[in-house]
């Protein structure tokens, strides 16, 4: 039996960050996850500058530059086929970029950093269950790829394994905001089809409740992203070449993109995109990344926000193992500091995943910002991050973000009946 300052479930955009900071500051941690090192996995790939800038605090942009990752300056918003907005988005902490790394290139400069600052790794290891002691989480009992057994102890054990986190699970950490899904998405890699190395694209066709991504990523691919309202997730399961193909002939510009290259790979997606706040603390316990929040893709935000949890986890963490502050009090900080940090991008990531058709005021509007650079910048300063919401919208606007997470849960399950009883296609 090892005993650990910190046992970390996940080793992936939450946790391997989390291992390296703790490590850089002299604890001894544990790494464990049950898949190989690197290994690939669902994700948008996007890391807002929000994000890029603790990359760059850690000195990992350099590795990313090494493997060729595209950097994007330049946002592009097309709104039906007559509204065009185009954009940089402000600098965060003086990161004026965003990186689109592939996963398995990503994830293994994170566990590298990880070992590199001392931190113990053990991939293809199951966590068969969590070690308890008057109520309080003490360790984790496992067996590596060879069967052997582990039992190790530490002062808090970490779950940064998902969206259907064993962690979790085991500590009952329950929901407290239940947004409901409300969009199914699924994506593929293209050569051939690009045309600038530092630009993104989205669009929302008028009038159609779709939803599109695409921008460079790693090997001179593209990923095009597209989201549809989840009552229609039973018909783009059912054939999804088909659906991908209908989707983009809504957008004429894109298709003929796409349709000048050639797809590399299966599509890959799901119709579970949760939006949720689990509690993500208690004895001995902590959530971070998905296990802790999770929001629909269409926003890009889940690296971005797995960062933010493994920079404010280790900060607080840091105090309590040197001794500046009770254990149980910096895990408790931790929880309040990382949803004051992000429930308001939660609450308007929501509000753009239910796909609500515009009005013609936000039609005029799109317009306005459309004809204004600096106001286009600060739109696309929001959807990344890097633009404060409170200087970009009114508070009724704010509010209604918010009740949209609050009535989402009510929403989706209405549109999930509709589709059930045939009312939807």
């Not at 300056?73 to 086929?81: S, V």
């Not at 799901?270 to 949720?276: A, H, K, M, Q, V």
């Not at 105090?319 to 429930?343: C, S, T």
Request: hydrophobic share 40%; proline share 4%.
């Amino acid at each position: 039996m090892s005993n650990y300052d910190a046992i970390i479930v996940g080793a992936r955009v939450g946790g391997a960050p989390l291992a390296m900071l703790l490590a850089r500051a002299g604890h001894k941690v544990l790494l464990v996850d049950r898949a190989e090192f690197g290994s690939d996995t669902m994700s948008t790939h996007f890391i807002k500058r929000t994000g890029a800038s603790r990359l760059e605090r850690w000195g990992l942009i350099p590795e990313l530059e090494k493997i060729g990752t595209p950097a994007i300056r330049e946002m592009n918003f097309y709104l039906g086929d007559n509204i065009h907005l185009k954009g940089e988005a402000p600098p965060h902490d003086g990161m004026g970029t965003d990186w689109t790394p592939r996963r398995f290139y990503l994830d293994k400069i994170l566990v590298n950093a990880a070992i590199e600052a001392g931190a113990e790794a053990r991939e293809k290891f199951t966590v068969k269950e969590l070690l308890f002691e008057d109520g309080r989480v003490v360790g984790i009992r496992g067996t590596d790829a060879t069967g052997k057994e582990y039992i190790d102890k530490a002062k808090v054990v970490v779950g940064a394994d998902g969206v259907n986190s064993m962690v979790a699970k085991s500590v009952n950490a329950q929901m407290y905001i239940d947004a409901g899904i409300h969009t199914c998405g699924y994506y593929a890699y293209y050569s051939g089809m690009r045309d600038r190395d530092d630009a993104g694209e989205l669009y929302m066709p008028e009038d159609e409740r779709r939803f599109y991504i695409t921008f460079p990523t790693n090997d001179n691919l593209d990923l095009v992203f597209l989201f549809w309202p989840t009552e229609m997730q039973k018909i783009v399961r059912s054939n999804t070449e088909k659906a991908f193909a209908e989707c983009l002939k809504l957008v004429p510009k894109l298709e003929a993109r796409v349709n000048s290259g050639q797809r590399e790979t299966r599509f890959t997606g799901t119709p579970l995109f949760y939006n949720y706040f689990r509690r993500a603390h208690g004895p001995g316990w902590a959530l971070v990344g998905d296990s802790a929040l999770h929001r629909d893709p269409i926003g890009a935000q889940g690296i971005t926000n797995a960062f933010a949890h493994a920079d404010l986890l280790a900060e607080e963490l840091i105090m309590a193992l040197d001794g500046k502050k009770e254990i149980d009090h910096a895990l408790a900080d931790y929880d309040r500091r990382q949803f004051e940090l992000l429930k308001m991008m939660f609450d308007y990531n929501v509000d753009l995943a239910m796909l609500k058709p515009m009005s013609a005021e936000d039609k005029a509007m799109m317009a306005a910002l459309a004809a204004d650079p600096e106001a286009a910048a600060m739109f696309f300063g929001v959807f990344i991050g890097s633009t404060p919401f409170q200087d970009a919208f009114p508070p009724e606007k704010l509010r209604e973000f918010a009740e949209s997470t609050e009535k989402g849960k009510q929403i989706a399950a209405q549109a999930m009946r509709k589709m059930e009883e045939g009312v939807l296609a």
